[in-house]
């Protein structure tokens, strides 16, 4: 065979082959391949030397009497190497009534293979349509796992309280004409890498990376684009379209070079994963894998076994917790961390995990605690997003020791003040310290609560202080897709405005939004573009829209300079979060702070339903580091009166922030922050302010 085509050589007679492990093995005389069916009654193997070709080079029958053991169909084939094209045909009953959906002229594609090839002619309504799909079908790749070098690099196992995480789409963030990204490499793993120096420039120290596993992009209405990947056919192969080399293996060593290149460069990866469903889709969908080799036990099916149970409103949900996809999923996991070396894992729908193979929820779910007590994911990030698409919400409940949980109420709260809606005060207070109402029952570290006020799926930040409601005509859906409540607010104007006043008063509630998430305890998470007002437009569901809508702009870097100037300097203070988030329990955090609530009076605070202000005060290290915070969602100015220092005298406060202050007084270098010289700082409409007393490091007169 040839390594770089994938063409076969002279045919070597198949011998026996084994059970394990599951998927196509290289071992250097030739490669073992392994597929799970415990229904099919034949397994054929096919091999191909290119992506389009209509038919194989060569096909491979699995006898069951030799190449069958339990439910695992196997075979090994010498002389076939890293870069054989592959598929399955399984045979069986079609017998949808009992859940059996079995269709011989379908090429299935190997649920462990570790890349895909993607034909240009695939077509999703052409693999619906019966009749052999050969040429237009997706393919699996036979890969050397070991094959790279690494050249010493390893997971960065980075602290949750060291961590920022950058919510982020691989094609988006450099797909732009403006991104200055060479036109071969726009959109893909190495484009990304051209753009690290800007993410170390910015302050994070962790990208959190939309599906990156092979999805099908043609899986969305009629012509539009799968934009998002929410619609994964493989949970071990990189995306081949995210790759700018063509050759089958490309995809697999790129993304390995962004993942050591971002590792030096001292930023972890976190990969946004999909084990709730598969682009199959309902009972109309295409066989593409899955469902073809063994339906009933890979999707969770309704009492009508030919239609399927839908938690995840995509038209399936995976059956999570069968041995064999439990099986599955943690493998896929830890050949992500072990073989691909990436940092952790944000699980989509993750409360859709915790239902069983009946479809209810479940207390103790099997497949969380596989994944919380793999040896080989010890120490990996893992965030759940608690909830599903059909009711199930667990923020706060999520089970197991060591999950971050996506704190959905965070955003929402910390949203409904700054747009001034009556009794948030009280809410956005408890957010600030970490969400204890939902967390503090726990003995668990503040960092459990990954705190954001935006990500991929609802408004940018920019649209969430520009529009009052969606507008998603775009999608082709007459807008009725996408949330209806955002707790946003237009400043007085719908969309873009010319009016200088409107502008300022929106950056103002950026940044107001954006210290908020920074500055409270948890995690912190931004969206790709917040830190320049990336706009879509006022759509709050582009899932389908892979164009300027959803692509990072980066002329809007120099257009809003000041915003990403400020989350700049605001990221560089992740000292003060390493001092304040000290890995205790939250409760004994927030008693070892000594916090205090004040109001425009010291030690007053107002927490009736019509207040829209709120100050606090956290002294840590015996006093030594004090952060006083004011809050004034008020649309008029409040003038706060400040505590006295432990001598009596106000001299200590520093100026941090001042959100209403043009740059570069909104926000200075932490140890050039002005000394306060008043008793009492008038706190401007609608902005934060952050006053300071840092005993380690010198004051500067204002």
Avoid at 17 to 33: D, K, R, S, V, Y
Avoid at 393 to 421: L, P, T
Wanted: aromatic letters at 10%.
């Amino acid at each position: 065979m040839d390594a770089d085509t994938g063409r076969t050589g002279t045919p070597s007679s198949p011998a026996r082959g084994a059970a394990a492990p599951l998927g196509a093995i290289p071992t250097g005389q030739g490669t073992n391949f392994s597929v799970f069916s415990k229904h099919a009654t034949g397994i054929e193997l096919l091999l191909f030397d290119r992506a389009e070709d209509a038919g194989p080079a060569r096909v491979i029958r699995l006898d069951p009497s030799t190449h069958r053991t339990y439910h695992y169909w196997h075979v090994f084939l010498p002389g076939v190497t890293a870069g054989q094209i592959y598929g399955y045909r399984a045979e069986g009953p079609w017998d949808p009534a009992n859940g059996l959906r079995f269709d011989r002229d379908k090429l299935l594609l190997d649920p462990y293979g570790r890349a895909v090839v993607v034909p240009d002619r695939y077509s999703r309504d052409d693999i619906r349509k019966p009749g052999d799909d050969c040429g237009g079908a997706m393919k699996s790749v036979v890969v050397d796992p070991g094959s790279y070098d690494w050249e010493g690099d390893a997971p960065l196992r980075r602290s949750s309280a060291q961590t920022i995480v950058y919510e982020m789409h691989v094609r988006g963030f450099t797909r732009h004409p403006s991104s200055g990204v060479g036109g071969k490499t726009r959109g893909t793993f190495a484009g990304l890498i051209e753009k690290i120096p800007y993410l170390q420039e910015l302050g994070i120290t962790a990208v959190e990376l939309l599906p990156v596993f092979q999805f099908d992009a043609q899986d969305c209405p009629p012509g539009k684009v799968n934009y998002w990947g929410y619609a994964p056919v493989s949970f071990f192969a990189p995306h081949a379209a995210y790759s700018s080399r063509s050759d089958p293996l490309g995809p697999l060593d790129e993304f390995r070079d962004m993942v050591k290149a971002l590792h030096r460069g001292g930023i972890e990866v976190i990969l946004d994963v999909v084990f709730n469903h598969t682009a199959e889709g309902d009972h109309n969908g295409p066989t593409l894998c899955f469902r073809g080799l063994d339906n009933p036990t890979y999707y969770l099916l309704e009492d009508d076994r030919s239609r399927y149970a839908n938690y995840t409103g995509t038209g399936n949900t995976l059956n999570a917790n069968h041995p064999v996809v439990r099986r599955m999923i943690v493998d896929s996991l830890r050949y992500w961390v072990e073989t691909m070396h990436v940092d952790g894992f944000r699980f989509d729908l993750a409360s859709v995990l915790s239902r069983d193979t009946s479809g209810h929820p479940i207390p103790n779910a099997p497949i969380l605690w596989d994944i919380e007590t793999e040896p080989a994911l010890a120490g990996t990030k893992l965030i759940a997003e608690a909830w599903d698409a059909a009711g199930l919400y667990q923020v706060g409940s999520f089970v197991g020791d060591s999950w971050k949980e996506w704190n959905g109420r965070f955003r929402d709260d910390v949203r409904a003040f700054f747009r001034g809606e009556p009794g948030s005060v009280t809410q956005i207070a408890d957010r600030i310290l970490g969400s204890p109402e939902i967390y503090g029952h726990e003995e668990r570290e503040a960092e459990q609560s990954v705190n954001f006020v935006t990500c991929h799926d609802g408004f940018t930040l920019n649209d969430v202080v520009s529009y009052d409601r969606k507008h998603n005509e775009a999608n082709g859906e007459d807008n009725r897709d996408g949330a209806d409540d955002n707790r946003s607010w237009n400043c007085g104007v719908e969309g873009p405005t010319d009016d200088p006043a409107i502008e300022r008063l929106r950056s103002r509630q950026v940044k107001n939004l954006l210290t908020v998430t920074m500055l409270s305890l948890g995690i912190p998470m931004i969206t790709m573009g917040d830190e320049a007002r990336r706009t879509q437009s006022g759509n709050n569901n582009a899932y389908c829209q892979d164009n300027e809508t959803s692509w990072f702009d980066w002329t809007l870097v120099e257009t809003h300079a000041d915003v990403h100037r400020f989350v700049t300097v605001l990221n560089t203070r992740r000292s003060l979060r390493d001092r304040m988030y000290e890995r205790v329990p939250l409760r004994q955090l927030l008693r070892k702070a000594k916090i205090t609530w004040h109001g425009v009076t010291p030690e007053q605070p107002d927490w009736s339903r019509d207040s829209h202000s709120i100050a606090v005060e956290a002294k840590v290290e015996q006093g030594r580091l004090r952060i006083y915070l004011i809050l004034n969602a008020y649309w008029k100015p409040l003038r706060f009166e400040l505590p006295p220092a432990n001598d009596g005298r106000v001299g200590p406060w520093r100026q941090w922030i001042d959100t209403s202050l043009d740059p570069p007084c909104d926000i200075v270098d932490w140890s050039l922050a002005p000394t306060l010289s008043e008793l009492s700082y008038l706190v401007e409409a609608r902005s934060v302010v952050v006053l300071i007393h840092d005993a380690d490091e010198p004051t500067q007169l204002s």
